[in-house]
């Protein structure tokens, strides 16, 4: 008798002008895992194309119900659309320029599969960070399916 286990999880590298400033885990929410097993049905639903930061004021831990951030401040389209698939990974990258999610500090993010709302595949928390209006930041988020 053959016994597998599949398991999805993510790891988040935040990049605040060029300097790696955070590595994080997230939790695949159960929108995430619903979506990924329907992408190995007959109709699979629509990739996962953007990325969101939010600024809550009260940092709530990720939960497996979570459909959307806290409080959603920027959303920005990831590239390539869908992210890049190698091995057992896909790597999505997404640029919140200078001008875009600025003050408050920024606290979450999401990957999703609309501009705006769309189903939410995974979500992470973590410490405060101050984004200044010159400042950019980029957030390269890989998922792993093991």
Same mark, same amino acid.
């Given at each position: 008798?053959?016994?597998?286990?599949?398991? *999805? !999880? +993510?790891?988040?590298?935040?990049?605040?002008? +060029?300097?790696?400033?955070?590595?994080?885990?997230?939790?695949?929410?159960? !929108? =995430?895992?619903?979506?990924?097993? +329907?992408?190995? =049905?007959?109709?699979?639903? $629509?990739?996962?194309?953007?990325?969101?930061?939010?600024?809550?004021?009260?940092?709530?831990?990720?939960?497996?119900?979570?459909?959307?951030?806290? !409080?959603?401040?920027?959303? *920005?389209?990831?590239?390539?659309?869908?992210?890049?698939?190698?091995?057992?990974? *896909?790597?999505?990258?997404?640029?919140?320029?200078?001008?875009?999610? !600025?003050?408050?500090?920024?606290?979450?993010?999401?990957?999703?599969?609309?501009?705006? $709302?769309?189903?939410?595949?995974?979500?992470?928390?973590?410490?405060?960070?101050?984004?200044?209006?010159?400042?950019?930041?980029?957030?390269?988020? *890989?998922?792993?399916?093991?």
């Amino acid at each position: 008798m053959f016994s597998e286990t599949l398991k *999805v !999880t +993510g790891d988040v590298f935040i990049y605040k002008d +060029g300097v790696l400033i955070r590595e994080i885990k997230n939790l695949v929410v159960a !929108t =995430g895992k619903n979506f990924i097993a +329907g992408r190995l =049905g007959t109709s699979p639903p $629509s990739q996962m194309t953007h990325m969101a930061i939010g600024a809550p004021s009260t940092v709530l831990a990720p939960l497996p119900s979570d459909v959307a951030l806290t !409080t959603e401040i920027a959303r *920005v389209a990831v590239s390539p659309a869908g992210g890049t698939s190698l091995n057992n990974t *896909v790597t999505y990258v997404a640029t919140f320029p200078a001008g875009v999610g !600025t003050n408050p500090a920024i606290a979450e993010a999401g990957i999703f599969s609309a501009s705006s $709302s769309g189903t939410m595949l995974c979500r992470t928390t973590f410490a405060s960070i101050n984004k200044a209006v010159g400042e950019s930041v980029v957030i390269v988020w *890989v998922i792993t399916i093991s």
